[in-house]
């Protein structure tokens, strides 16, 4: 069974739906039969990435880019920060949005393409959303990726050469317009199996729930007005064993 | 949308069943926005091709080997034979079993395989029922095969190099693994946009009423509760406007 999740590196939902994919996870039984596949989503292609010195690498820029965005006052903007950490928190995860350092990210999607491609998805996706979230690392330089990359299991001069000569990019812009093509108009976003959708990071109850009812439901098709696979040649079909008639 | 038929081209069922997809079709207000393949099933993946001369060329051959297949009489295999004449007659199918010549069907599948590549592969398919069903045509020799190719607008020398390497020996052997995948035991075997499978040839009646259900249901997720596709923001999500908090 297969789990994509369209997600960004710099969405606060998206690293705590993880959370609450990973805890549905844990509580499934056939979790060693679930595949996890990150995608791409960018919240905000035109991005800028702060560059050192930038007034977006200073404390407390965050909640002044929110007021701006959301036309409130700083402190509302503040207010919104603080419900999103309280958020976070909830479901283990710490959110410093006093360190975190404005990012176009996809740079960080042409590495999670990289990861994937070594089995080292998750890993990295993990190390990425810890580094923007937690530890107010810079996930639009290519150095800071680089090093976030190694940590997570790759190659250092691998992700150079993939963010020199944007290997990824085609591929980050169509998982993009497959999320479009989903309806996705938000992330996080999963899809269970192409079957089934499931926007925003709802609880892990749900998730849970989703998956097993994918799982239950596993035959790819729904048959229609015929006999159920497996139980031989339906009406009027032919079979290794002759034809119907 | 996306109708893709297993069916083999010594399939009673599947030509009658090509002939009710085509009803269906052409009763069907979107036909013009849904494309047909004809995927690869072989009935017999070990049957041998007679050659000239052999038994199996010989008028009456056919009931005489349904018999064989079945421990009948050769009289129970000739009634066999009336009742599926009868049945391809009344969907308009003129079917002479009394000329038909036992083939291997991989080659056939070959030169579809081709045709869809050239946008010719309806007219192959017909040409190939037509030729083995009608017109006693030895499918499995790659001769008879050129020549049908040719009359569904192939390049003969193209369609003899794809013979000569075995170009597509894989791609049909990969789609009969998909058939099997998708628990279809039995030819004809429709499926709609990966969603919906019809085992048999059903009726018209039957095929368009699918057709108008997987059209009435192009979404292709169902979304689990969660907002509808377009609807905005998700509860817990974040979007291009901002997070959901």
């Known amino acids: 069974m297969q789990v994509e999740v369209w997600s960004d590196v710099v969405c606060p939902w998206c690293y705590i ?28 292609p035109s991005a800028r ?9 200073e404390p407390g820029d965050y909640a ?10 700083v402190e509302q903007g503040q207010g919104m920060v603080d419900s999103m950490t309280a958020a976070a928190a909830a479901d283990g995860v710490e959110m410093r949005f006093d360190l975190a350092v404005a990012a176009n990210t996809l740079d960080a999607h042409q590495v999670l393409h990289l990861a994937a491609e070594r089995g080292l998805q998750d890993a990295a996706k993990e190390r990425l959303l810890r580094g923007y979230f937690t530890e107010g690392e810079a996930v639009g330089d290519h150095e800071v990726l680089v090093r976030l990359a190694v940590d997570a299991g790759l190659d250092a ?14 591929a980050v812009r169509a998982e993009e317009a497959e999320a479009a093509a989903l309806g996705a108009t938000g992330v996080p976003f999963f899809v269970v ?15 849970l729930a989703v998956l097993q009812r994918a799982w239950d439901e596993r035959s790819p098709l729904t048959l229609v007005g015929a006999a ?3 139980a031989g040649a339906a009406d009027h079909a032919c079979g290794p064993e002759g034809c119907a008639i």
Chains 1, 2 share one sequence.
Do not use: I, M, N
Not at 29 to 44: G, I, N, Q, T, Y
Not at 49 to 57: C, E, F, I, L, V
């Open 17 to 44: 739906g993880k959370r609450r994919l990973e805890e549905a996870l844990a509580r499934f039984p056939h979790a060693d039969e679930v595949e996890v596949v990150w995608r791409a989503f960018e919240l905000d």
């Open 49 to 57: 990435s702060a560059a050192p010195g930038d007034a977006a690498r």
């Open 64 to 73: 002044r880019r929110l007021a701006a965005k959301y036309g409130t006052s």
């Open 157 to 170: 001069d691998e992700v150079r050469a993939v963010l020199a000569e944007g290997r990824y990019v085609d």
């Open 193 to 207: 199996d192409r079957r089934y959708g499931v926007a925003g990071a709802q609880p892990a109850e749900q998730l």
């Open 228 to 230: 159920a696979p497996g």
